[in-house]
């Protein structure tokens, strides 16, 4: 890669940390814990490449959240903002001390904190993925709170039951142009439940077959 190609990729993932700071500003920060940008964003993008909000939300909190987001994302038109990767905090601690492969540390590794650094610290600093593919890694600032009860609420659950089908049936038919948008990512599903709703991409399958364990970040 020339030098010029690296400068570029860095003025190009500065634009678009900008446009995911607008929308996150935008958006606010009631009831999530955290904020940022996952994806090729928080690598080295190029011009077309979407960028990939992923947000951790409160505990019975998620769906409401995500119906924010996606009615927010239509009414700015911001169609190059993706809803990609979102859970509560029940979702985020299950997934965080699990066992998990290179790509799943590297993808957390690298993913741009925005909003509630500490607490996605304090995750990061529970996963035993992390400690094996980035163990030079350590956290930053004081380890934030993190939840693990679990809390129902009504509207939470309304939410999902009326939200979820139409989300699937989206994905189902891969309409890029939905209130999800996925630009370059090839064919995707919906994963989703009451505590997670991320999109599974054809191309990250592809990129996990290629990559081996073993290595460091």
Known sequence: MTQFSLETGFEIRSMKLERAKVFLDRFGFRGIKF??????VSYMPVESDDIDIFIISGNGNLWPVLLRAFVLRRLLGMDDICISLTMDEKFAVEMFSQEGDYLLASDSYHVIPLFGKNYYDSLLSKSPFI????????????????????????????????????????????????????GNEGRYRAVLGIHKFYLDTQKYHELKERLSGGRHV
Do not use: C
Not at 35 to 40: E, I, N, R
């Open 131 to 182: 400690r094996n593919y980035v163990p030079q890694w350590r956290p930053e600032g004081t380890p934030a709170d993190v939840n693990t009860g679990l809390s129902v609420h009504f509207l939470n659950i309304m939410i999902f039951l009326i939200l979820a089908p139409f989300i699937y049936i989206k994905t189902a038919r891969n309409e890029k142009k939905s209130v999800l948008k996925v």
């Open 35 to 40: 904020a940022g940008v996952s994806g090729s």
